[in-house]
């Protein structure tokens, strides 16, 4: 079944501690991207990767690092969370560029304290 | 910034099409119009997209009025699965701006 897996679903973690959010595609997509979603802000995009060892800033990169070392993965980094980045996050897949159809994963619940 | 203005929520009877409008009148002439919907705090899901001719697919219709300054997303039968976020987005498609706006939150009614 073709899709987009994230893992955890739900973290809860405190202030400072280094935390990885794990990001897969099986649709051998080019494309790669994540974003959060806030009340009130929407859904905004922090980085995306067009290919492998390729990636970009998006309009809210800040406090987050993202590696495109495999094709399939594109884990995001939260180095040192802090509380305003409490978040739903969504990682997406497409096959070019963020003009085809995305594929979005079930979302993953970040919760720092 | 979105480019659309979408209006913030719809009621919708059971079995009956539901009509959800999208404005965008300063689209350019290689933006697609692209729509997606959420469903409480799933991911978002592609619906459908075009440029200027009407489309149609298995969950949708896509109606672009002829000068594209708005379009009309059509659920034909919409069921109570279809409650949902519904989000407008027009960008070209070799970018990487996928700009989410506020969206419509459509309610299907028994």
């Known amino acids: 079944e073709a899709q987009v897996t994230q893992n955890p679903r739900y973290l809860i973690t405190v202030t400072g501690k280094k935390l990885t959010v794990t990001c897969s595609q099986n649709?051998?997509?080019?494309?790669m991207s994540w974003y959060r979603q806030d009340p009130g802000l929407g859904l905004r995009q922090i980085y995306y990767?067009?290919?492998?060892?390729?990636?970009d800033k998006g309009d809210v990169p800040e406090g987050y690092k993202v590696s495109r070392k495999e094709k399939r993965n594109f884990p995001l980094i939260l180095e040192s969370p802090s509380p305003n980045q409490t978040s739903l996050y969504f990682c997406a897949s497409s096959l070019a560029g963020a003009g085809g159809e995305q594929y979005f994963g079930p979302g993953t619940r970040l919760t720092v304290t | 910034d979105a480019k659309t203005t979408q209006p913030p929520s719809m009621d919708c009877a059971e079995g009956r099409a539901a009509n959800l409008p999208c404005n965008h009148s300063?689209?350019?002439?290689?933006?697609?119009v692209y729509w997606y919907r959420q469903i409480h705090s799933q991911g978002p899901q592609y619906i459908i997209h075009g440029l200027k001719n009407n489309e149609t697919n298995e969950m949708a219709s896509l109606i672009i009025t002829e000068d594209r300054k708005s379009s009309t997303l059509i659920l034909p039968h919409a069921t109570l699965r279809d409650t949902a976020v519904y989000y407008c987005i027009v960008r070209v498609p070799d970018g990487n701006d996928m700009r989410f706006g506020a969206g419509t939150r459509l309610t299907v009614k028994p």
């Open positions: 300063t689209i350019s002439g290689n933006e697609y």
């Open positions: 649709m051998n997509h080019e494309y």
């Open positions: 990767s067009m290919n492998v060892e390729v990636t």
